[in-house]
């Protein structure tokens, strides 16, 4: 099972990505559970989203203690909330920033860590969709990251959610994303 | 059809389904995602023939479903919590008439403190109106058992709660085979009410009843309900046999072949308990586990013959008797009477606090060495409770 | 007319030259002695037009009642935001019990202290649309009736907003929610006789009824500051825009909250023992449009294609309240 836990405010698109990364898998046929932490409606809360993946039946409902990949989209929350909390040894991490590890505060564990990337996602978001929801990029970033899902299954995932205009914007922002961290990784290899 | 979607989706399609004719109901977390879905296929012309009702209570909600089911029409309504007690002279008085409503229970924990988030407390303190209970393990079981409710409903011409976990299944997006129209229609047929508000044939529903007779329309209510031991495990025979899935029943074991400890309880939790258990190997652990679907009727033969060979049940309870202990392991020790079986009662997951494998495999562990006390609240934080003793005796 | 005799339209209702005023005309927000009885802290969303007309009601109404006041709380939105345990940002005696039942709770308040011979202590309930047209009506019916002594407030946003926004029976026509979503032949809320609360509370007979807006915060507190001038029951409707739920931007909640009585679909008026004594006069009258372009909650009318049918059926609901309260009369006429 792959576990991923996905950081956020309210408004920013934090359960969508869940749900869309749990619609891929089940895209290529795998099983997938995506859930929030609840609460009541309120913009600019943090708020936690989590995606389980396996190939079985997904039957545990407890909140993902222990990650195998945690997903930042707003690096604000590094300053109020731990984050990073259970990661496992060789966990990813993919934070929405546009600055380096050491200006985050988290260059030892990046170091210790070595899967964590860092991608200007609202950049990219403000570019091809001319709003600052970082959600379909960061999980184009994803799977280019942990190969978990396809950037296909990705893609077919928000054509399956969104209208036409809005679907086709996110997939090229995803997309492009994707080629971003494959460009990072490669470099860095 | 296979679909990746929210558990409240999966159940409002299925309910569109079923061909409700009025439905209505007064927002509620966490319930609203299925009855906003429902209001989105009624405007957009999806669900046809079905009046949408937004009422302004969850009282008007039970009224108007009672207004609608005795006229004839097949009436959905949900609600949770605060919502299922603001309604509550309302419920008794659905079952008390005999109508087949059918009604989703998005558990959710029940003020004061407000908390909105799961626990079992909202339908718990329903067991004894007169509603037949039946809880979801999974979204899949969520969807079948609102189609399965309908058909039971009107068999007995009994209203039946639907019960599933506020936020944990309502608001999980996972993989649902969601019952397509064509198989419903052929599983449940249209609805034929016992009786009806008709000009044709006209006949008073209410009426007073006093010592003379009350004792006997409830002895029928009581044989009703019985009833329903038999109705249930039918109806989900009928439903394996249009849909090609067990879904539903009285109880569902697992691995109490030779299991020397089981494990009892409702609801989404058995899965997080499954995991536990398989990965408690060995001989010192032959634990299973029993899955109690039907609570209302309590299936007390079922559940006495699923736990013959236990030496030991730990029934894990997401609401519990204030003062007492639990309400569940009542009911599982009628079971067990003139049994050696020690029972213990862990009370878990109040307010939404999530029952992790860890915690629950400590004591699980515990248990099965006889080494936990009859009645625990798991992850209780001690040190919180004696701090606010202290503070309220002025120390 | 309960207000201020000096408006600063210059600058706006946040700026009323206090400095230049006397001390009494100052809005209570000003002095560096208000209570702050919802202080800061508050889980409110940006542009949370609640937040706002809550502060100013409730400073207002701990001025007038030197600081002797006691409020009761509907759940919803300002219940969730002001006590997210363990901390509160009320500053003031609060309590909170059910959804519908603030009025009865805040009768129960009210006629304890008046049995321990504490009437001094006055009472406020409040709530949102929701907690007061809907599940809290008949309670809220019952305290008009009796005639309570208490102000009861209701912030409505329209909608059941903590919930999702869900439908209210205060939803305006053709608004979207997620109980009246923007699909078939007729999007949005249906077009019904609404339920008018001022007008109901009207029909009451109770000693003071008022309609305000977040777009006049020095009218709310002079209007929470004459209710507390009364005995018996009260009753203030404030329009708050909601940002999330009307999908409006942030800053813009006091210019919509404006552009509602300047179209006339919210009158700003007052009523004593069930008559009309006094409304604001629209000052610069605009079309309904200006105010629902600005409102996802309304962009089925526009997009994709124009509802001209439905902006004029809303039109014609400002103008009937326009005629109705006589908003565009000169401003020598008196109502």
Known sequence: ?????????????????????????????????????????????????????????????????????????????????????????????????????????????????????????????????????????????????????????????????????????????????????LAKVATHA | ????????????????????????????????????????????????????????????????????????????????????????????????????????????????????????????????????????????????????????????????????????????????????????????????????MDPNNPVSIGAMVGPEAFTEVKYISHMKNKLALDVIPHVAADFQGIFGRSSGGLIRGYKLDGAKTVVIALGSVLGTIKDVVDEMVGADFAIGVLGIIAFRPFPTEAVRAALSKAQRVVVLEKAFQVGIGGIVIENVRESLRGTDTKDYTLIAGLGGRPITKQSLREYLVRACQDDVDDLTFLDLDTELVDREILREAGV | MTSSPIKFYQVGSFAVGNRLLAADDRSIQSDPNRTNALTSGHRACQGCGEALGARYALDAAMRATNEKLIAVNATGCLEVFSTPYPESSWRIPWLHSLFGNAPAVATGVAAALKAQGKSDIRVVAQGGDGATVDIGFGVLSGMFERNDDVLYICYDNEAYMNTGVQRSGATPPAARTATTQAVGENPGNVFGQGKNLPRIAMAHEIPFVATATVADLRDLEAKVTKAMSFRGARYIHVLVPCPLGWGSESCDTIKIARLATQSGLFPVFEAEHGEVVASTRIRQRVDVEEYLKLQVRYSHLFVPARRD???????????????????LRDESESI
Not at chain 2, 116 to 135: E, T
Request: with cysteine; charged share 20%.
């Open chain 1, 1 to 181: 099972m792959f576990q991923v836990r996905i950081h956020g405010r309210g408004g920013q698109g934090v359960v969508t990505a869940a749900e869309l990364l749990a619609q891929s898998a089940f895209d290529e046929k795998r099983f997938a559970q995506a859930f929030p932490s609840f609460g009541s409606e309120r913009t600019g809360a943090p708020v936690v989203a989590f995606c389980r993946i396996a190939d079985a039946e997904i039957r545990v409902r407890e909140p993902i203690m222990f990650p195998d990949a945690i997903i930042i989209q707003d690096s604000t929350l590094l300053k109020q909330i731990d984050v990073f909390a259970g990661l496992v040894t060789d966990g990813y991490a993919l934070i929405n920033s546009t600055r380096s590890f050491e200006e985050l505060g988290i260059s030892d564990l990046a170091h210790s860590h070595s899967r964590f990337i860092t991608v200007p996602a609202t950049a990219m978001a403000m570019e091809y969709l001319g709003r600052p929801v970082p959600n379909a990029v960061l999980l184009g970033a994803f799977a280019a990251l942990t190969k978990i899902v396809s950037l296909h299954s990705v893609t077919d995932a928000i054509n399956e959610k969104f209208k036409p205009k809005i679907a086709a914007s996110n997939c090229a922002a995803a997309t492009a994303a994707y080629e971003f961290v």
């Open chain 2, 1 to 196: 059809m296979l679909r990746q979607v929210e558990g409240s989706k999966a159940v409002a399609d299925s309910v569109a389904a079923c061909r409700p004719q009025v439905i209505c109901a007064y927002p509620i977390s966490p319930q609203t995602h299925i009855v906003e879905g429902l209001s989105r296929l009624v405007k957009d012309g999806t669900l046809e023939n079905c009046e949408f009702i937004n009422v302004e209570s969850e009282f008007a909600a039970m009224s108007v479903a009672i207004g609608a089911s005795a006229t004839g029409a097949r009436v959905y309504t949900a609600t949770a919590s605060q919502g299922l007690l603001y309604m509550v002279e309302a419920v008794y008085n659905a079952s008390g008439l005999g109508l087949p409503i059918v009604m989703t229970v998005a558990n959710r924990a029940i003020g004061a403190p407000i908390n909105i988030w799961n626990d079992h407390s909202d339908s718990m303190s329903q067991r004894d109106s007169g509603w037949i209970q039946i809880y979801a393990e999974t979204n899949q079981e969520a969807a079948d058992l609102h189609v399965q409710a309908f058909k039971i409903a009107e068999e007995l011409s009994l209203p039946v709660m639907v019960c599933m976990d506020g936020f944990i299944l309502t608001h999980a997006y996972e993989r649902v085979d969601v019952p397509e129209q064509a198989d419903v229609d052929k599983f449940l047929p249209p609805f034929q009410p016992r009786q009806i």
């Open chain 3, 309 to 327: 049918d439905v902006i004029n059926d809303l039109q014609a609901v400002a103008d009937k309240n326009i005629r109705r309260y006589n908003l």
